[in-house]
């Protein structure tokens, strides 16, 4: 037999007999070609739906309305999937409608089929082990969707964070390599005081390091979850108790202190703790595209810029123009921050659309949340390992442009008064002179 057929309550579908996913994950496949990126391509996503469908099995073999043989294999076929096995059964695409029941039944689905053949029966005979029946017993997606998306999230998070710490460790090792060379201070792109390389590029640490310690702060809101909730968060067909403890076994599995939602009804319909973390996100992707603007004018030139830093030269930057090296690296980073930036816009946009008791919109959140992380995290490892690292300063170029800059004056005003300063550097900057010969030159 070639195909097995189907049926749900709108018909009938032909599917490979030996194919893992269902009638519901074929509909979707059809009815949402939209991005081209389907579930697997978030790796950690497809483990968040293995873990909530772990722990659902687990409670419900404690509260006595799962058959352990199920409940044993349920979990073995998640194990499976959480060591990365089978993910590209897990295909639906991530942009869909039906507040993520797609991705929902995507999962129950696979697993089903994986427990029936552990079980010695084909795919699709799901008198044995059931999709909806068994492995999405005592849960809805509008539990499980936003419960997976959460844990996707903080799985993620270590990643993005060593990123940012690397970032931080390769500026602070440049601060230091630069922390006695002189340089020129600017304020709105106009000479202002005297400063050090060193002290610039410090401060390109510090301004990222500070968020290390808010992203994690605003993640903790994700360990409040909705799991249990079913149906709006009414814990409708779930036995009594099974929220706390479907929440207990969900830290088990993943060891993360999960705690349930205060309200349930309340945490079905409510995207503010994914709103806020994707502002940190922008916040991070805003602070290290302004870096980036830095160090594309500080080395800019070579001879007609500023040219105070030298970037790696990682390609050649023309293709009609020999020698010329462009700072592709932090252009690229640059990029990153601006689709970071308009991911939280969508995200913003679509935690406001949603409507009474769910937010249909959750899919785009995720799409575009798990988007903003991965792309971020990858940008900073790029500018870390081919662009920070290897930055070096022009000793000379610095202290050409210092020695015939009008910063000093800014010193003399303590001294001399702020009119005589400026009538200092106004003389030099007639005469094409330096302060110490315009305030001799004036008498000062």
């Known amino acids: 037999m070639t195909n097995r057929t189907e049926t749900d309550s709108l018909g009938s579908v032909e599917l490979p007999a030996d194919t893992l996913y269902g009638i519901q994950t074929a509909r979707a496949v059809r009815n949402f070609p939209i991005s081209d990126v389907p579930l697997h391509h978030f790796p950690r996503l497809v483990e968040a739906l293995a873990f909530v ?54 999962a129950n689905e696979v697993i089903a089929n994986l427990g029936l053949i552990k079980m010695g029966h084909v795919p699709g005979n799901y008198a044995h082990l059931h999709p909806n029946d068994d492995v999405n017993r005592s849960q809805s997606t509008n539990d499980v969707y936003p419960t997976a998306i959460r844990l996707a999230v903080l799985r993620m998070l270590e990643p993005l964070t060593t990123a940012q710490e690397d970032l931080v460790r390769a500026f602070r090792d440049r601060a230091a390599a630069f922390a006695d060379v002189p340089k020129v ?15 610039e590029f410090a401060s390109f640490a510090n301004t990222i390091e500070e968020d290390i310690e808010r992203t994690r702060q605003l993640s903790a ?20 108790g099974y929220t706390q403890v479907a929440v207990a076994q ?45 160090l594309r004018l500080l080395s800019s030139g070579p001879r007609a810029g500023i040219g105070e830093i030298r970037l790696p030269p990682v390609q050649a930057g023309s293709s009609i123009m020999p020698g010329k090296v462009n700072p592709v690296i932090p252009e690229v980073v640059n990029q990153v921050a601006y689709q970071v930036i ?4 969508t995200i913003t946009m679509a935690a406001e ?18 988007d903003s992380i991965r792309i971020l995290r990858r940008a900073m490892t790029t500018l870390t390992e081919r662009c920070v690292s ?55």
């Open 53 to 106: 469908k772990k722990a659902a099995a687990r409670a419900n073999l404690i509260a006595g309305v799962l058959d352990p043989d199920k409940a044993r294999i349920i979990e073995a076929v998640c194990n499976e999937i959480l060591a990365g096995h089978h993910h590209e059964h897990f295909f639906v695409d991530m942009i869909q409608g039906g507040a993520g029941t797609s991705t929902n039944m995507n």
């Open 185 to 199: 201070g600017r304020t709105q792109l106009q000479d202002a005081v005297p400063m050090t390389v060193g002290q």
């Open 221 to 240: 809101l994700l360990l409040e979850v909705n799991l249990g909730g079913t149906a709006i968060g009414t814990g409708a067909n779930a036995p009594d």
């Open 250 to 294: 969900l830290s088990a599995v993943t060891g993360l202190s999960f705690v349930p939602a205060k309200d349930l009804i309340e945490a079905s319909s409510d995207l503010g703790g994914l709103v806020m973390f994707s502002g940190v996100l922008k916040r991070v992707a805003v602070k290290i595209s302004k870096i980036c603007n830095d």
């Open 342 to 345: 308009g991911n939280d816009i």
């Open 353 to 370: 659309a949603g409507q009474l008791q769910l937010n249909a919109m959750e899919p785009i959140v995720t799409f575009r949340l798990l």
């Open 390 to 444: 290897g930055i070096e300063v022009d000793h000379d170029r610095c202290s050409d442009l210092l020695a015939t800059s009008l910063v000093s004056a800014t010193e003399l005003a303590p001294i001399l008064g702020y009119d005589a300063a400026a009538k200092i550097a106004k003389q030099a900057l007639a005469d094409n002179s330096t302060i110490p010969e315009a305030k001799e030159r004036l008498g000062y």
